[in-house]
């Protein structure tokens, strides 16, 4: 089956800092990715849109100068936090969409990653 | 945009019981319905899902049930066991490359 993967998995940085967070489809080419961010016991929050060579779509209320998203390739998509701050903490959720012909296309989450900004 | 309502929140079912989640949708242009289960910690993975031309779905303890009349779906997992307990969500979306919107999701708890 299609896999993603993504990393890191837990990170922890000092307020100020920027954190990177990699997503990439291990088995397929994905050209459509997206950023969740979900908050302990509750729904996925879409945050962004990634296409690959286009500049991201962000949904409302997401800042983009703050949650910089770059797909340059057909297998990775990164997500940066900028100026982390302790707000910023939370669990982010990448998915890949994998064609299987037609007009729908599943989605394959990675594993999350677990960001602690002190 | 989608607004998808899901319920109930928590649901505590005996084992071997059946679970039914519910979730209702706004945009009636939405054709792809699918079904999440989360453990704790862990990514969604995808349980089962029904595309606007069908009506029902199953897979082997799990059904999925599509009213576009009424933009309901609702999920339905029979003969339930312990590691059927998890966070179940619904999602909706109207074709490729569009975004999923999910509903709030559901604390399945099976008691044995």
């Known amino acids: 089956g299609a896999v993603v993967s993504q990393h890191p998995s837990r990170v922890i940085c000092k307020s100020g800092t920027s954190v990177k967070i990699e997503c990439r489809s291990l088995?397929?080419?994905?050209?459509?990715m997206f950023w969740y961010r979900q908050f302990p016991k509750k729904s996925l929050m879409l945050m962004a849109t990634?296409?690959?060579?286009?500049?991201?779509?962000?949904e409302q209320g997401v800042e983009k100068d703050k949650f910089l998203i770059n797909h340059a390739s057909l297998t990775l998509s990164t997500l940066t936090v900028t100026s982390a701050h302790p707000e910023d903490s939370s669990f982010y959720i990448c998915?890949?969409?994998?064609?299987?012909?037609?007009?729908?296309?599943?989605?394959?989450f990675g594993p999350g990653t677990r960001l602690t900004v002190l | 945009g989608e607004n998808v309502e899901q319920h109930p929140s928590t649901l505590s079912v005996q084992e071997g019981d059946s679970a039914v989640i519910k979730c209702t949708y706004s945009d009636s242009a939405s054709n792809y319905f699918p079904w999440y289960k989360q453990e704790l910690g862990k990514r969604p993975q995808l349980i089962i899902d029904?595309?606007?031309?069908?009506g029902e779905k199953k897979d082997q303890r799990i059904a999925v049930t599509l009213n576009k009349t009424a933009k309901h779906f609702s999920l339905h997992i029979t003969e339930t066991q312990p590691e059927d307990s998890a966070v179940y969500f619904c999602?909706?979306?109207?074709?490729?490359?569009?975004?999923?919107?999910f509903g709030g999701g559901t604390r399945v708890l099976v008691k044995p």
């Open positions: 999602a909706a979306t109207e074709a490729a490359g569009n975004k999923l919107t």
């Open positions: 990634s296409n690959e060579g286009s500049k991201a779509t962000y």
């Open positions: 998915s890949a969409e994998s064609s299987r012909g037609g007009s729908y296309n599943e989605q394959f």
């Open positions: 088995d397929f080419q994905a050209t459509t």
């Open positions: 029904i595309r606007s031309n069908v």
